[in-house]
């Protein structure tokens, strides 16, 4: 049993990671400032003996004693991200500083929520983990990019400097239930529009393309990552790729919708195409997606059609 530390534990993926490690046997303090999170994603753990939830920002130091540091603090949609964009680059960039420094005094072992998003948009197709990435620094997505970016540099300085332990795992676009109905990520935009027969909102023309992995797939990956001795970054998504018209017809389908598409304008700097190549995932951690996105949609469906009654 270690005492394991999620930061961000409150929000989508953190609380099925606490799930998890809760049943894994682990000792879990739960940290969050409930930017997007809540304390209802929790209600399955919140009063068993070995879990405790905190509420903290990660811009501020943390004083903790844990064996192992899962760092998810940071709001993932880019509505959310970017409604306090300054304070996104803090919590990326102050959040990982505190965390290693947190890492680096009780020698922990730490894992860094990364993302696909430094690849930004993307010129190498599907992307591995030695392509470095295609970035506006300036643009209206840079706060969490470069934030990303920045955090992953900090997390190999500590490596190199200080030999820390450290893990990170480059997530690609993951969904699944407790995701917010206000998140305003596409899978749970659509779901919930196409529950309540409103308009199907695709920007652009829906060519773009994504890979949608189930959040289950996704905890599985992370919990195997964090127990291997890779200290490269894992890319971790499913590679199935689907233009965002196709999702837009698969859930209305699975949902037998009447809602009528509309296309709005493309936000800017939105990547063009994304797939991750998971080789290194597949030989280092044993690790590929299991659940197709048919399976995924049809228990995020059912989250929503629950949660919105
Ligand atoms: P989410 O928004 O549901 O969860 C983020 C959690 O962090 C929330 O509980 C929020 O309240 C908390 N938080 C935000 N700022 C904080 C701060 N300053 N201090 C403490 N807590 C703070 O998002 P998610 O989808 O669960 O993503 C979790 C992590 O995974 C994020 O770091 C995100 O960047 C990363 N990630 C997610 C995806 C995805 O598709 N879901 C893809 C790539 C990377
Ligand atoms: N998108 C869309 N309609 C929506 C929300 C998103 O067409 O209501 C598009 C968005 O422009 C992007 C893709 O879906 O091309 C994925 O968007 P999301 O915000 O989920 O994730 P990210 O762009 O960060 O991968």
Redesign the pocket.
Known sequence: MSRVLV??G?????SHLCERLIADGHEVIC???????RKANLESIARHPRFELVR????EPLLLEVDEIYN??????PR?YQANSVKTVK?NVL?ALHVLGAAKRLKARVLQ?S??EVYGDPQVHPQPEDYWGHVNPIGTRACYDEGKRVAETLFYDYLRQHKLQIRVAR????YGPRMLENDGRVVSNFVVQALRGEPITIYGDGSQTRSFCFVDDLVEGLVRLMNSNCTEPVNLGNPAEYTIADLAHKIVAMTSSKSRIDKLPLPADDPRRRRPDISRAKTVIGWQPTIALEQGLGKTIAYFREAMK
């Open positions: 930061t961000g409150a929000g989508f993926i953190g940290l969050d400032n409930f930017l997007t999170g903290h920002d990660v811009v998810l603090a940071c709001p993932a949609s959310h919590t959040g929520a993302t696909s997530i690609f676009n993951t």
